[in-house]
């Protein structure tokens, strides 16, 4: 029998090492498995803030939609009554009905009387009173 001979320390050795070896290779494996997480998560982040961005800008829009309105409906009126310019003193009769809207949100009036007295939308009501409520407290 001249075969290897491996002793019990030797084989201790080498369990050891084997061991060593597999929980390496796990540490491995699990490193890889978290690496992408951290890259979703800096996609989410940028997704988050264009969704933020994105809903700026609408604000924005609806925003410029109503002040257009309101130029139109200005416009439309003053075209065919020259004339008739609001000054001070008949301001209240000449003005739109968005830019009453804009006055009243101004002096602090909510959503509800906004959208009765002017006859204007219950959301471009809420819209003005937002728009306008904030721009004078800045």
């Not at 009126?77 to 006055?103: D, M, W």
Request: one cysteine or more.
């Amino acid at each position: 029998m001249n075969g290897i001979l491996i002793t019990w320390p030797q084989l201790l050795y080498l369990g050891l090492v084997l061991i060593l070896f597999y929980v390496a290779e796990l540490l491995l494996f699990l490193r890889r498995a978290n690496a992408p997480k951290s890259v979703s998560r800096q996609l989410i982040n940028q997704l988050e803030t264009a969704q933020a961005d994105i809903t700026g800008l609408r604000q924005e829009l609806e925003l410029l939609k109503v002040r257009l309105a309101a130029a139109q409906a200005q416009q439309s009126y003053l075209l065919p009554h020259p004339e008739k310019v609001p000054s001070g003193a008949s301001e209240s009769n000449a003005e739109t009905p968005y830019a009453h809207a804009i006055r009243m949100a101004r002096q602090g009036a909510d959503a509800a009387a906004v959208a009765q007295e002017c006859g204007i939308s219950r959301g471009e009501a809420d819209l003005i009173v937002a728009l306008y409520r904030t721009e004078g407290h800045r």
